[in-house]
């Protein structure tokens, strides 16, 4: 690295230290958002250095974040992608690739998913031309169970895509299970679970397909950011194909003929030796991220253990000075889990002497961030008022998200003070309403 460059990611780290608000938490006054980007000086110094070296498209730090976060996870392959919602579509798009035979999607088949949750893990099913299952979730735990999902495996199912909801992984070892037994894929979405347990391993390396998200909001960050990840390289090679427009060819952007066919092969009708660089075998998109997302990921990534620690240290203290106050269902972790938090879900009871709305805008009042769990019941959604899918039981649990609950924060930023003030807050809140 030349001096000049040293010395100004130097001037990078202290102009962090300079501009970071280290100002004391004012109860009531400072904002307690529920999720947000923990970044350092580390991070922006990252980011200045990919930008010095101009690093704007996808290349060498992309090729490395992927290596080192597969490493990471113990998984052979990640892709990383623009988003979360990216990694979503093309993991479902994949299993529709011609590259997979007879086992491939077709139009009209079905794949299980919950109602209760967040759009994007549902829309690639549709845009694919296939239909969406929903079943309901637990209160509690917020995920779905075996059973119900084996209740709606019809002879058009063929794939089972669920997300890990709010970093509570549901009992991924059973449903892979399920799914081998039915011969169906198994797509885990981990946008919110990054760093999260189940039976001792980590989710995300359940599934044939896992995706992951780095918006702000989650574990790590890129600002815009997300990953498929597989085990299976011929899943791996359609979704790199997809992801970058379809193309034929793996080669890595600036390199060429590393296949050593690059003018030896004949595809489709296309004259014997067209350049394979622009041969396309999937009507594909361009999801790709760039290297300065990835130098921020890698810097990021560097952190997960500790996040995975905090997040988890928070949620227990909520969730123990919690305990007891009537008429709010607080959130379970799934038995043989450790969850690696999103957030800490509250479910006030139909017969509570109060709302949610009236608790949500309490605590709003006082600057305590407040989110809904996402769409809850999409299928309430106008959006999804004229698209084709099956309901297999009912859907009173997501009815009950939709209208009762409601979380909070356990990001790495919160403190024990912050904390603290959380709970007194509810308490207040909850005590000033009779029991
Ligand atoms: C479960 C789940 N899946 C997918 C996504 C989409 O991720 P992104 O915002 O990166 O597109 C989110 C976003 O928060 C999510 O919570």
């Not at 119900?148 to 509570?168: K, Q, S, V």
């Not at 938090?341 to 006030?348: A, K, L, Q």
């Not at 909070?408 to 207040?428: C, H, N, Q, S």
Request: charged fraction near 25%.
């Amino acid at each position: 690295m030349s001096d000049r460059k040293a010395a100004l990611l130097d001037e990078t780290r202290k102009y962090h230290q300079d501009v970071v608000d280290g100002g004391s938490f004012v109860p009531g006054v400072t904002e307690i958002w529920p999720s947000g980007a923990v970044l350092d000086a580390d991070d922006r110094a990252a980011l200045v250095d990919a930008a010095l070296d101009m690093r704007i498209a996808a290349g060498v730090s992309s090729r490395r974040f992927e290596s080192a976060f597969a490493r990471k996870l113990g998984i052979r392959k990640a892709h990383l992608t623009n988003s979360g919602s990216s990694a979503n579509l093309l993991a479902v798009t994949s299993l529709t690739s011609p590259m997979l035979e007879d086992a491939r999607l077709r139009p009209d088949d079905e794949v299980i998913t919950v109602a209760a949750g967040f759009p994007t893990t549902v829309n690639p099913v549709l845009q694919n031309g296939l239909v969406p299952v929903f079943v309901d979730v637990d209160l509690g735990t917020y995920n779905t169970t075996p059973e119900r999902i084996e209740r709606a495996i019809g002879p058009r199912t063929r794939a089972i895509a669920l997300a890990h909801t709010m970093g509570n992984p549901y009992q991924a070892a059973e449903i892979a299970e399920l799914a081998a037994q039915h011969e169906l894929f198994l797509i885990e979405d981990n946008c919110d679970a990054l760093g999260s347990e189940y039976r001792g391993q980590v989710t995300g390396t359940f599934g044939d397909l896992a995706t992951v998200s780095f918006y702000p909001a989650h574990h790590l960050t890129m600002g815009e950011g997300g990953c498929v990840l597989t085990p299976n390289l011929v899943l791996a090679r359609i979704v790199e194909s997809l992801r970058d427009w379809g193309r034929d060819c793996w080669c890595a952007p600036g390199e060429s003929d590393t296949c050593l066919k690059r003018f030896k092969l004949q595809l489709g009708t296309l004259p014997a030796g067209y350049d394979h660089k622009y041969v396309y075998s999937h009507v594909g998109y361009n999801l790709k991220g760039t290297d300065m997302q990835a130098a921020l990921g890698l810097s990021q990534l560097s952190k997960l253990d500790y996040f995975t620690a905090v997040r988890r240290r928070n949620w227990r203290r909520l969730r123990e000075s919690l305990d007891g106050i009537p008429h709010l269902l607080l959130p379970e972790a799934t038995p043989n889990s450790e969850p690696s938090w999103f957030g800490f879900v509250i479910t006030v009871d139909a017969e509570a002497p109060f709302s949610r709305r009236d608790m949500v805008r309490f605590l709003e009042d006082r600057k305590i961030g407040t989110r809904q769990l996402f769409a809850g019941n999409l299928t309430r959604h106008p959006a999804y008022e004229s698209q084709r899918y099956r309901v297999v039981g009912d859907l009173t649990n997501s009815d009950v998200v939709t209208e009762q609950s409601f979380w909070i924060g356990v990001y790495p930023a919160l403190t024990d003070e912050m904390i603290d003030y959380v709970v007194a807050t509810i308490r207040e809140f909850v005590s000033g309403r009779g029991r």
